[in-house]
């Protein structure tokens, strides 16, 4: 089983639409979450932390749910520049922890 | 001023040289990683590297050695290249262990062995 697991699309969706993302982790150790953005041909960059109690920032809420292993994005009034990979990144215990990647999920906005 | 530097941005090279790519952070962070990010675009951990202790990845290749001269460069040295090594190689820091906190990226290296 890998250790992050996302559905890699690609989610086509047209503007104005809303769109969620899940990711699975398979370490019950895991202590901290992430979502990234990565543009074509460029640097992943953080999109938003993400909390245990959930948080919001503007159009992008995420979620985690410890019990289940699984952390959620979700993406609201899309628009044309969402249009990326996103990636879900969780914090690997075991010594240091090491970032560890999904593969990442491609989001296509149409108009 | 760039947080997170790499070079070159590009490395055409052929089957069996030996390279180095460099990377510096002028964050102040103590953690500095390497990543490769393969035809897929899946991005694998390589190597981690905090206050001089090293957490290797155990799939990588020993052809593959990281350098860190100070805490503001870790820099990744290729031996023997191979027609596989072919990717995007991307540094990153964060500061207070990896995982916890926000990585940042370099721009990326495209190496391509011919």
């Known amino acids: 089983r890998k250790e992050v697991e996302q559905d890699p699309g690609p989610f086509n969706v047209p503007e104005g639409a809303t769109v969620a993302f899940n990711c699975t982790y398979s370490n019950s150790a895991s202590q901290s979450f992430f979502w990234y953005r990565q543009d074509c041909r460029k640097e992943p960059k953080l999109l938003m932390s993400v909390y245990s109690s959930g948080n919001e920032d503007g159009r992008f809420t995420a979620q985690l749910n410890r019990a289940s292993q699984y952390i959620s994005l979700l993406i609201r009034d899309s628009k044309l520049s969402d249009s990326a990979t996103y990636l879900c990144v969780v914090g690997q215990s075991g010594g240091s922890y090491i970032p560890t990647f999904g593969r990442g999920t491609s989001l296509i906005v149409h108009p | 001023d760039t947080a997170v530097s790499q070079t070159p941005k590009y490395l055409v090279t052929q089957m069996g040289n030996d390279k180095s790519i460099k990377c510096e952070q002028n964050?102040?962070?103590?953690?500095m990683y390497w990543y490769k990010q393969d035809s897929k675009k899946f991005l694998k951990i390589m190597f981690s590297?905090?206050?001089?202790?090293?957490?290797i990845n155990e799939t990588v290749p020993n052809r593959f050695s990281p350098k860190s001269p100070d805490k503001a460069h870790l820099n990744l040295h290729i031996n023997s290249l191979e027609l596989g090594d072919s990717a995007v190689y991307f540094c990153?820091?964060?500061?207070?262990?990896?995982?916890?906190?926000?990585?940042?990226f370099g721009q990326g290296t495209r190496l391509t062995v011919v």
């Open positions: 964050l102040g962070h103590d953690t």
């Open positions: 990153a820091s964060s500061q207070g262990g990896g995982g916890k906190t926000e990585a940042f």
């Open positions: 590297y905090n206050n001089k202790e090293l957490i």
